[in-house]
């Protein structure tokens, strides 16, 4: 079965960095883009960057281009998200997602906080 587990949270300062890891497993990690969403007290969850199966496309939400990088390693199943330059807007929790076999699929979240 698909399961996506997501790590790297944290409480940080503003002007910080985190890096967010989601492991994947249950499908044919290479075959899939993979995403990452972030969901702040009150709001809907956003998506904040994608990457297609082999890295090639890339694609961010305004508010983190130049500061966040999704990259991914194909051999691990994993994706990542490096966050640079944290602001305390981007407190939310944080999750991977991929669509699978016509099935959209989340981790559980990480806890991103970004406070001083």
């Known amino acids: 079965q698909v399961q996506l587990v997501e790590s790297g949270g944290g409480l940080v300062q503003p002007g910080g960095s985190l890096r967010l890891s989601c492991a994947a497993s249950?499908?044919?990690?290479?075959?899939?883009?993979m995403n990452w969403y972030r969901q702040a007290p009150g709001k809907e969850r956003e998506l904040v960057a994608t990457i297609s199966r082999a890295g090639g496309i890339i694609n961010y939400v305004d508010s983190v281009k130049g500061r966040f990088t999704i990259s991914r390693d194909n051999a691990k199943n994993t994706v990542y998200l490096q966050m640079n330059l944290l602001k305390p807007e981007d407190t939310a929790v944080y999750y991977c997602?991929?669509?699978?076999?016509?099935?959209?699929?989340w981790g559980q979240g990480t806890q991103v906080t970004v406070s001083s």
């Open positions: 997602n991929a669509y699978v076999r016509s099935k959209n699929y």
């Open positions: 249950g499908f044919t990690f290479s075959n899939y883009a």
